[in-house]
């Protein structure tokens, strides 16, 4: 058997190792570099505190691969686990975290409920009168994207995965209904399995095939800021949930603060969107995180900044299926590709070889959710 994996970011390279592990031939198709898309750009954040029960799944599975990532690829990725702290400001936030954390601990995740002044002692700085509750969990926290990128890339071309970068994909090819290849700037590929790990490209490889993929690239900004108040190493990444502000501390001192806080939040070309952060922007995120954190204030230093993109689904859950015979897509997650590759790389290994996934259940994940109004939003996005 042999697979074409589109796409050189965190998902398709983890995608192309569990599939090289597990005797399938593979070749991963990058058009630029790899992990230069989505991936070098994100927060690197590693967590369980999701709304839904598939992504709380895909988190522990996920969880297993981190926790072991040194010991099994030799690449230390900076995982730090600070924690990571959920703040509510209204009482219907609030009763959504009771029902999050209640579902989060059957599925074997120790989240806490804690009231504000517990939340305070957490995250110290935490300015705990503008909220009503929180969710914390000590073994959430984030680690370096690129070193991730690295370990699982060295381990795939160990495994046997030919590594083509500078590649783009011109076209998809089918035979009837099923999907037999890729055509290329340098040829074409045939092959068993496609898997379109495309993160923001994944609407236009899908188009290629014929399929219309409800993925829409999003812009995200980040600012590396100078806080006022120094945060120490082991404060948790915060996210203030009714307004999507979030900060955690960096190296050096220094604080990544971001959110979406526009209402318009358009669809963008990935291929021409502005990869520098705008300054209003940066100024709006210090001033929203000064607002509940004494960390910040007008004081506080903007060093630098960047902008990414979000894979985006109306629920803001990846598609993750077989979607046609020979196509595997893997996409959409929405901010949480990322964290959610291991998981995803296994469950794409299994579609091929197996013809199902065994690892995490996949039905929510399936599109036709969206054709038939099954779709269950996840609300802990920022």
Not at 59 to 76: I, K, T
Not at 196 to 221: E, T
Not at 236 to 246: A, E, F, R
Not at 339 to 356: S, Y
Request: a negative charge; charged letters at 25%; glycine letters at 10%.
């Amino acid at each position: 058997m042999n697979a074409v994996v589109v796409g050189g970011g965190i998902v398709g390279l983890s995608s192309a190792y569990y599939l090289a592990r597990a005797g399938v031939d593979v070749t991963l198709v990058e058009k630029g570099s790899l992990g230069t898309g989505s991936t070098a750009r994100s927060a690197g954040g590693i967590r369980s505190q999701f709304s839904t029960a598939v992504n709380v799944r895909l988190s522990v599975a996920s969880r297993e691969v981190w926790d072991a990532f040194e010991a099994e690829f030799g690449v230390d990725m900076a995982y730090r686990k600070s924690g990571y702290l959920f703040v509510a400001r209204t009482d219907e936030t609030a009763a959504r975290f009771r029902e999050n954390v209640a579902m989060q601990n059957d599925l074997g995740v120790d989240s806490e409920y804690l009231d504000p002044a517990d939340a305070r002692e957490r995250c110290p700085g935490l300015v705990a009168d503008r909220f009503v509750a929180a969710t914390y969990n000590a073994e959430d926290g984030f680690a370096d994207p690129n070193l991730a990128v690295q370990g699982y890339a060295e381990a795939g071309r160990e495994a046997g995965v030919e590594i083509r970068t500078g590649t783009a994909v011109t076209d998809v090819l089918t035979d009837g209904d099923a999907v037999v290849g890729v055509e290329t700037h340098d040829g074409r590929l045939d092959a068993g399995f496609v898997v379109n790990a495309a993160g923001a490209w994944a609407g236009q490889v899908g188009a290629m095939a014929g399929v219309d993929l409800p993925i829409s690239p999003r812009r995200r900004q980040i600012a590396v800021v100078e806080p006022s108040r120094s945060l120490a190493e082991d404060v948790p990444l915060t996210i203030d949930l009714d307004t999507g502000s979030y900060f955690r501390p960096e190296r050096d001192g220094a604080a990544l603060v971001g959110g979406q806080f526009d209402g318009e939040d358009p669809a963008v070309d990935p291929d021409a969107y502005s990869e520098s952060m705008d300054i209003e922007w940066a100024a709006t995120a210090v001033e929203r995180a000064a607002d509940y954190a004494s960390y910040f204030d007008g004081d506080s230093r903007i060093r630098r900044g960047w902008a990414g993109l979000y894979a985006v689904t109306p629920d803001h859950h990846p598609v993750v299926e077989e979607t046609v015979p020979g196509l595997i897509t893997a996409a959409g997650f929405s901010g949480h590709g990322f964290q959610h590759a291991p998981a995803t790389g296994q469950v794409v290994a299994e579609l091929c070889v197996d013809g199902e996934a065994s690892l995490v259940d996949l039905s929510r994940l399936a599109s036709d959710r969206f054709d038939e109004g099954e779709e269950v939003v996840e609300r802990n996005v920022a």
